[in-house]
T-cell receptor, first 113, second 118 residues
Framework: DQQVKQNSPSLSVQEGRISILNCDYTNSMFDYFLWYKKYPAEGPTFLIS?????DKNEDGRFTVFLNKSAKHLSLHIVPSQPGDSAVYFC????????????FGKGTKLSVKP | GAVVSQHPSWVICKSGTSVKIECRSLDFQATTMFWYRQFPKQSLMLMATSNEGSKATYEQGVEKDKFLINHASLTLSTLTVTSAHPEDSSFYIC??????????????FGSGTRLTVV
């Protein structure tokens, strides 16, 4: 049973436009959510996170929105750049538990010049 | 920031042999290390949690006798894939756990190890 779901395996966006990556979760105990960017054969790189007590967190071109009632979060990248092309993973954790992250399957973002 | 050094980055081994993967925390102490495995087009799946000085905790379905984890010091955790088979071919990644009071971006990942068993 997948607790973190990224239903879009891929997304293609034109440079300069907005990229929206979606993530759904089923475990209401999750209280922290993170987005990671990953290139092939490399470890994930942290992008942005959000606590369950917030509904939005912004860092430069990256904004994460959290809708707890819908158990849904999204990552907005604007403007998108070709260098953003990578696989993006949504992850969730429960503070106070063993502490590991639960990952979605990832969405491959392609930003075309 | 915190850095986790993972080696080797890739390895090809023959079926039946063993492979050791190392993760070292540089400039900080990692009492807990998570080991993940990622198959193609799949998510990172937690295999086990290693704690310095104690036995690792394995996730359901992960054979502890096959995937030996040693966390003998606060800066080094190792994963040894014993008697490797082609189905063990995967991408293995380690991650530290944030210390109490740290923000959750304290999860620091190694660069991963691509294991191919032929």
């Amino acid at each position: 049973d997948q607790q973190v779901k990224q239903n879009s395996p891929s997304l293609s966006v034109q440079e300069g436009r907005i990229s929206i990556l979606n993530c759904d979760y089923t475990n209401s105990m999750f209280d922290y959510f993170l987005w990671y960017k990953k290139y092939p054969a490399e470890g994930p790189t942290f992008l942005i996170s959000i606590s369950s007590i917030k509904d939005k967190n912004e860092d430069g071109r990256f904004t994460v929105f959290l809708n707890k009632s819908a158990k849904h979060l999204s990552l907005h990248i604007v403007p998108s750049q070709p260098g953003d092309s990578a696989v993006y993973f949504c992850a969730a954790s429960v503070r106070g538990s063993q502490g590991n992250l639960i990952f979605g399957k990832g969405t491959k973002l392609s930003v075309k010049p | 920031g915190a850095v986790v050094s993972q080696h080797p980055s890739w390895v090809i081994c023959k079926s039946g042999t063993s492979v050791k993967i190392e993760c070292r925390s540089l400039d900080f102490q990692a009492t807990t290390m998570f080991w993940y495995r990622q198959f193609p087009k799949q998510s990172l799946m937690l295999m086990a949690t290693s704690n310095e000085g104690s036995k690792a905790t394995y996730e359901q379905g992960v054979e502890k006798d096959k995937f030996l984890i040693n966390h003998a010091s606060l800066t080094l955790s190792t994963l040894t894939v014993t008697s490797a088979h082609p189905e063990d071919s995967s991408f293995y990644i380690c991650s530290t756990k944030p210390n109490e009071g740290d923000s959750n971006y304290g999860y620091t990942f190694g660069s991963g190890t691509r294991l191919t068993v032929v």
